[in-house]
Structure formats: structure tokens, C-alpha cells
């Protein structure tokens, strides 16, 4: 019988890099929003340790696949002799900066844990996570939080249950090329939880980069502007290549959706604060 759990995206209310790391990697600061738009994956525990991909990601080599890699990351780390199956149903658009494949490698973490009775912490699930990629963790975690370091040091938020407009320009803009870009600018003054309550800086420090990539990521921003009732200004979440705009009504959200322009996909959610993948 089939597990399934619901697999969040994220937005990034704001995305500040602050400096280069020795490691390659970047410190940054960020509020990560959880929304209830989600990706549905399925678990067929099996007693042979085989894992395997029975469908969807079709167009993603199974042996990058997030959810696999997750998968055998904690069959490893814990040596286990249990295997799955897994089937995942994709509705997060890839390589948007929804967090999507992070999200996924986060909710396999959490349901192997407890489909193998493995009784992993949700830290040292993180510490697997976080080798899979920077944004495993705060799904793991599984709560809306202002983040630091590389995305790994949270701090939970409560915030506000507005709904959101998310726009794709169904192009996908690799996170590596982002931040080798030259247009990448850099927040050097380091920001404080308490300051970013009302967004003071809403900025994206990978804006400028990304639309020297995709220029549509500009058109998509400036077409948002012409929503009705919104709250905030129109912003990029991530390294690109979604767009968004908040509404404190779902009404005003789905007119919008409704004349977004016909070459571009886009979906309404509502923001949470804890992930359906912990409950």
C-alpha cells in the first residue's frame, strides 16, 4: 500500500547575498515562505533495498534525481536493508526558484525516516540534506522562516496566511550560472530578524542576473505591477525564474491569474507556516 505525502514549494520574500564563502557556497539571508502548492510523492516500502523510480521526473536522469539521491543518502547513512519505490506527481514548475527539487529530497528524508522506523532527528536529516542542496533543510525543518548562513540556520516565522500570484515564465535558469554571474550584486550590511517585519528591503540580490539571462523575468515583474489590490511590490523569488505578488485576499490573486498572459503558466497558493510533510 502506497505512502504519499505533500511536497511544498517555497518563495523567498527576499533574498540578500552577503558575501562568497571559501567553499564555494554563499552566506545569504532570506525569509523562506512555505505555500500549500505542492508536488504529491508515493512510497512503496520494499524488503530487497532496491530504490527505484516507478514514475514521473521522467525528464531528469534518475541518477540526479533529488528524491533517489535522497533515498540512497539515507540508506547509507543509516544501513538500512529496506528499499522503496517511489512515484512522485510534479506540479512545482523546475528550475523557478520554488525549491521544488529541495523540497522533494527533504519530504523522501522525512517519510523513509519514518516508513523505516530509522527514528533519525529532524537534524540529522539535515545534515544529510544539506549535502543534497542548500534549501533541503529549511523543508525539513518544515516551517516559514528568516534563514541565514548558506539557507541552513533557520529561525521559524509566523507569517501572515496571504495568497500569492506565482508566475513562470516556463524557462529554466540554472542556479550555478546565477551566482558565477557578473550582474550578481552583493548586500554586504548584514540585516537584522527584527527590521525585515514589514520588508523593508524586499531586494533580490540574483534579480539583475537573472534577467540578463531570461529577460521575460523582467516582463513578468512589470506586467505583475498591473494587478489590482496587491500588497507589496511584484518580486523574483530565489535564482529565478518565478515571479510573485502578494494579496491579502484569494479573490484579487485569482483575477490576476486570470489575465496573466497566455505564453506564461502560473498558480494561486496560500502561504503556511508549518509543512503538510510534518503532519
Known sequence: MSSIWNSPAKINLFLH???????????????????????????????????????????????????????????????TNLGADISVIKNIPAGGGLGGGSSNAATTLIALNQLWSIGYSNQQLSTIGLALGADVPIFIAGHSAWAEGVGEILTPMTLPKHYFLVASINKHISTKEIFSHKALTMTSQIGKMSDFSELINPHN???????????????????????????????????????????????????????????????????????????
Open 17 to 79: 547575498i552577503n558575501s562568497k564563502r571559501e567553499d564555494g557556497y554563499h552566506n545569504l539571508q532570506s525569509i523562506f515562505q512555505l505555500l500549500d502548492y505542492c508536488d504529491e510523492l508515493s512510497f512503496n516500502i520494499r524488503q530487497d533495498g532496491v530504490i527505484a523510480r516507478t514514475s514521473g521526473n521522467e525528464n531528469v536522469p534518475e541518477d540526479q534525481d533529488l528524491i533517489i539521491k535522497a533515498a540512497k543518502a539515507l540508506q547509507t547513512a543509516t544501513g
Open 205 to 279: 540580490d540574483c534579480l539583475e542576473a537573472a534577467i540578463d539571462l531570461e529577460g521575460e523575468v523582467l516582463e513578468a515583474l512589470v506586467h505583475l505591477k498591473s494587478a489590482k489590490n496587491y500588497l507589496y511590490q511584484p518580486r523574483m523569488t530565489g535564482t529565478g525564474s518565478c515571479v510573485f505578488v502578494e494579496f491579502k485576499h484569494e479573490k484579487d490573486a485569482l483575477v490576476a491569474l486570470d489575465n496573466l498572459p497566455k505564453q506564461w503558466s502560473g498558480f494561486v497558493a496560500q502561504a503556511l507556516n508549518t509543512s503538510p510533510a510534518l503532519t
